[in-house]
Each structure stands twice: as C-alpha cells, then as structure tokens.
C-alpha cells in the first residue's frame, strides 16, 4: 500500500515538475506563443499538428489561446512526452523477451536489436529534455534530436517484415517516432 503512494506521488509530483522547469525557461531569441500556435507552426500537417496538441494535453499544458510560453518550454514538454512513451515501449519490448517464451528466433532477434537501437535514442531525448533545452545551449540539438529519429527508425525498420509488422511493438515504435519528429519540429521553433 506505502509503494502504491509512492507511485502515485511521483505520478503527480513528476509532470509538476517538469511543467515547472519549462515554464521557466527563458531563453533569448526565442519566441512566446500559445501551445496551439507552437503547434500550428512547427508541424506541416494535420496528423502532425494533431499530435502536437494532444501530446501538450498529454503533460497539461494550457491550451486556452490567451496563455503564451517561450517555444522552449513546449519543446521541453514535447522531448519529456516523447521520453515517457519511449520508456513504455522499452517496457514492453523487455517485457516480451522476459516474459513471453513463444517469441520466434526472429521476434528475439528483432525486439533484441530494438532495445540496442532505443538506449542511444533514449539517451539523447533524456540529455535534451533535461540539459540542452533548459540550458539554453541550441547549437548540437538538431544533432541530438536527428540521433533519437534515426534511432527509433532503426528499430522501425527491423519490425517491417510481415510477421512483426502485427506484432503489438510495431504501433508503439511508430508513434515513438511521431512523437519523436514532433519533438524535433518544436525544436526548429527555437532557431536550432
């Protein structure tokens, strides 16, 4: 019951934190807007724009057209949402080698590469969620965010044969790489 509370404290306690961290970030030459006008600027396309806006809901952004914040807090928004869904899918890609002995050889193989092509992606959403973006420090964050996408395309690529494309990993790994490209796009708000 303790752990419980626990859990349920850094459920809480975590997004509040991360909400605030952004919400600070003040960085020069960076513009103010809504989350709704970030948005609408960085993505070119509906599917994108779309994802945008529920992955700000996701971390209870105000979406109300008269709230404005520096582009830097939605990409720190942007790079923690897209943080959280790749430790989910690792999750799950570490709970299917654990734990589901019916795997094919090439399931094994597949899922085994992924969680290699996901510790560098993970790695560079982390470092640019918790110390490029707060800090500020724009100039090597294109490169940091092209390391997450190709990373995650790697595993994409390695579940396009027939049997793994309906494997429940496949729909996760895609929309990592959405959020991914959407992390990015915000990213491009900043001048990087």
Known sequence: MAMAKIILLLLVLVPIRIRMAAALMDCPDVPSLGA??????ACGTKLMYDLCIRM??????????????????????????????????????SDQLSQNSSLSSKQRVAYEGCMDDYAPADSSIDTIEEETLP???FTF????????????????????????????LY????????????????GKLLGT
């Open 141 to 168: 964050v294109a490169a940091e965010y092209t390391r997450v996408i190709t990373n995650v395309e790697k595993c994409r690529d390695r579940l396009l044969s027939p049997t793994l494309v309906k494997s429940p």
């Open 135 to 137: 800090s500020c420090h």
């Open 36 to 41: 709704g006008a970030a948005c609408q600027k």
């Open 171 to 186: 729909p996760m790994v895609l929309a990592d790489l959405n959020k991914a490209v959407v992390a990015n796009m915000l």
């Open 56 to 93: 700000m809901r996701e971390v209870d952004v105000d979406m109300s057209p008269s709230h404005t914040e520096r582009a830097t807090a939605y990409a720190i928004l942007a790079a923690h949402s897209t943080a959280i869904s790749f430790d989910n899918t690792t999750i799950a890609m």
